[in-house]
């Protein structure tokens, strides 16, 4: 039940913040609250199963999604402008050194497997291209692979990133 109600409110949620200043109560109309959450309900009875796969509500603490919401405005947006700004000067001035590096995430749960993947491939100049299931490091191809990385066997997460420790921030929201 408890993973219905996490899957139901978040996406009404997401309905709501979609909808948003279209109507006269508040922000929404009274046909749109409604159909909200018709849609809400539909979307938490067909998804609740994939969306909570372990059944644990960890994730309906709102103090992880306050530091989500933290976690995507600041340290991950940082870390993309810095990317962006490094792959303009690269295509610039052609200095690139493409590779694939394995890359030990230290997560526990798959949430952080996935929020990791997720915000390597966000980054300009990665792109996360497989997952070792058995022991969780993730194959990342780098536009440019620095020669001290590419005598490693593998490397930390937190290597990919040069400002914030990354896989720090989504062990404190995922795990």
């Known amino acids: 039940m408890i993973r219905f109600?996490?899957?139901?409110?978040?996406?009404?949620?997401?309905?709501?913040?979609?909808?948003?200043?279209?109507g006269?109560?508040?922000?929404?109309?009274?046909?749109?609250?409604?159909?909200?959450?018709?849609?809400?309900i539909i979307v938490g009875i067909a998804s609740s199963r994939i969306f909570c796969r372990t059944g644990s509500p960890r994730m309906a603490n709102p103090i992880r999604l306050?530091?989500?919401?933290v976690y995507a405005v600041i340290p991950l947006f940082i870390?993309?402008?810095r990317a962006n700004i490094d792959v303009a000067?690269?295509?610039?001035?052609?200095?690139?050194?493409?590779?694939?590096v394995r890359v030990r995430t230290g997560m526990k749960t798959d949430l952080g497997q996935l929020i990791l993947a997720n915000s390597i491939t966000?980054?300009?100049?990665?792109?996360?291209?497989?997952?070792?299931?058995?022991?969780g490091d993730l194959f990342?191809?780098?536009?440019?692979?620095?020669?001290?990385?590419?005598?490693?066997?593998?490397i930390?997460?937190?290597?990919?990133?040069?400002?914030?420790?990354?896989?720090?921030?989504?062990?404190?929201?995922a795990e």
């Open 5 to 22: 109600l996490v899957t139901t409110i978040a996406a009404y949620a997401v309905y709501l913040l979609l909808t948003a200043g279209s």
């Open 24 to 40: 006269s109560i508040i922000l929404w109309s009274e046909s749109e609250l409604i159909i909200g959450l018709c849609l809400a």
């Open 66 to 69: 306050l530091l989500l919401a």
């Open 79 to 81: 870390e993309m402008a």
């Open 89 to 100: 000067v690269r295509v610039i001035t052609g200095n690139v050194r493409p590779g694939i």
């Open 122 to 135: 966000l980054t300009p100049g990665t792109l996360t291209v497989d997952i070792d299931d058995a022991s």
């Open 140 to 154: 990342v191809h780098l536009i440019n692979v620095p020669d001290d990385i590419r005598t490693k066997k593998s």
């Open 156 to 173: 930390e997460a937190r290597e990919l990133f040069s400002f914030f420790n990354i896989p720090a921030w989504i062990r404190r929201i």
